[in-house]
T-cell receptor
């Protein structure tokens, strides 16, 4: 079956880097997404990587993909208090089913 | 440009009742997916509608059913409600066909079953 695992909590100091890790089981995933959910708000796409890439950089965000090990990570450089949110790893098949992990709650201490 | 809108935002039902939740997709989107998000959990995929047909379905019982209208809006129906159906129900719209598959989420309908 399809499964997505991520650590539930991460706490960092403002200005440090945050790294959120994820493992998934569905090898047919063509897109690996990261969604962000702020308190009382809906989920928003943060970034994504296509399955034939191993790295993508987007301003403060770096996504690393190890397709062989089905391991995905999201690095946030210079983490700010406004980055405090829940981050969901979500493997998908580009327009079809997208599966979400339980989410990693990022706490940023000033 | 209106994003994804869902109604109602909150509702309370009792066990055994039936509920209908509604979703209007983002302008230009033709695909609607429904998710159930229990407290402290990630969204669980219920099903996806495209061209008025259920295209994909997650591991949810037949008590969960849906519909998509020609204007792409969608409904989620849940029959014979159980306490465990209490959750935030999220609607997400996207473009059908081969694309990045980015989902645009509404703010959800929070269902409480007593």
């Amino acid at each position: 079956g399809e499964d997505v695992e991520q650590s539930l909590f991460l706490s960092v100091r403002e200005g440090d880097s945050s790294v959120i890790n994820c493992t998934y089981t569905d090898s047919s995933s063509t897109y690996l997404y990261w969604y962000k959910q702020e308190p009382g708000a809906g989920l928003q796409l943060l970034t994504y990587i296509f399955s034939n890439m191993d790295m993508k950089q987007d301003q403060r965000l770096t996504v690393l993909l190890n397709k062989k090990d089905k391991h995905l990570s999201l690095r946030i450089a210079d983490t700010q208090t406004g980055d405090s949110a829940i981050y969901f790893c979500a493997p998908g098949t580009g327009g079809f089913k997208t599966i979400f992990g339980a989410g990693t709650r990022l706490f940023v201490k000033a | 440009d209106a994003g994804v809108t869902q109604s109602p935002t909150h509702l309370i039902k009792t066990r055994g009742q039936q509920v209908t939740l509604r979703c209007s997709p983002k302008s230009g989107h033709d695909t609607v997916s429904w998710y159930q998000q229990a407290l402290g959990q990630g969204p669980q995929f219920i099903f996806q509608y495209y061209e008025e047909e259920e295209r994909q379905r997650g591991n949810f019982p037949d008590r969960f059913s849906g519909h998509q209208y020609p204007n792409y809006s969608s409904e989620l129906n849940v029959n014979a409600l159980l306490l465990g159906d209490s959750a935030l129900y999220l609607c997400a719209s996207s473009l059908g066909g081969a694309n990045t598959g980015e989902l645009f989420f509404g703010e959800g309908s929070r269902l409480t079953v007593l």
